[in-house]
C-alpha cells in the first residue's frame, strides 16, 4: 500500500499470509504501524481478496520503541 503521509519501511506478515503489519516513518520523522488482516468480499460470483485494517498504533520516535509497541499490540507477532 502507499501512504501520502509516510513511507513503508517493513513489512511483516503472518506465517499463514492472512495478516501483515506495516511499519512506517511519517514525514513528520514519527513511527507508526497498522496491522491488516485479509478478508475475501462475499460476492455470488466468487469473492476477492482485500485487505482490512486490524490495529493501529501511536506514535514513537524510534523504529526500535515502534517495534515493540507492535509486538505488545499484535497478537500473532507475540506468538511468532
Not at 23 to 49: A, T, W
Not at 64 to 71: G, K, N, P, T
Request: without cysteine; glycine residues 10%.
Amino acid at each position: 500500500m502507499k501512504y501520502v503521509h509516510a513511507d513503508v519501511v517493513k513489512v511483516i506478515h503472518s506465517t499463514d499470509g492472512k495478516s501483515m503489519v506495516e511499519f512506517h516513518k511519517r514525514h513528520d520523522g514519527l513511527y507508526e504501524y497498522r496491522g491488516h488482516v485479509e478478508l475475501v468480499d462475499d460476492h455470488p460470483h466468487g469473492g476477492r481478496p482485500y485487505w482490512s485494517p486490524r490495529e493501529h498504533s501511536g506514535l514513537y520516535e524510534t523504529v526500535e520503541e515502534l517495534e515493540r509497541a507492535a509486538e505488545q499490540g499484535v497478537p500473532w507477532l507475540r506468538a511468532g
